[in-house]
């Protein structure tokens, strides 16, 4: 019914930049809230951002200021500009999109297939 695919993943030295992207297809009526989640190995998968239809973002508090959070609503498309990255940011980074497909009333939760962000020198 809906995919989301991620790509831009990646190995990146300390201080470094990386934008990962994730494009929802599929029977799609209308998105509202997209975001994106992280889950480093023996740790719970916690928000990192989220941006809503109209644009509204939020952030956690420990990319505040680092990461920044955009989407192109033409294209299904949501993205993460990840700057000054740390070691402590290497995750496998998800991507979440909350859809309304056609032909249905209501809204739900997809999720994509998750992208490796290593941070490391």
């Excluded at 990461?67 to 993205?79: E, G, H, L, M, Q």
């Amino acid at each position: 019914q809906v995919q989301l695919v991620e790509s831009g993943g990646g190995l990146v030295q300390p201080g470094g930049s990386l934008r990962v992207s994730c494009a929802a297809s599929g029977s799609i009526s209308s998105i509202g809230i997209m975001g994106w989640y992280r889950q480093a190995p023996g740790k719970q998968r916690d928000l990192v951002a989220s941006v809503t239809s109209g644009g509204s973002t939020n952030y956690a508090d420990s990319v505040k200021g680092r990461f920044t959070i955009s989407r192109d609503n033409a294209k299904n498309t949501v993205y993460l500009q990840m700057n000054s990255l740390t070691p402590e940011d290497t995750a496998v980074y998800y991507c979440l999109a909350n859809v309304r497909i056609v032909s249905m009333s209501t809204f739900r939760n997809y999720w994509g297939q998750g992208t490796q962000v290593t941070v490391s020198s």
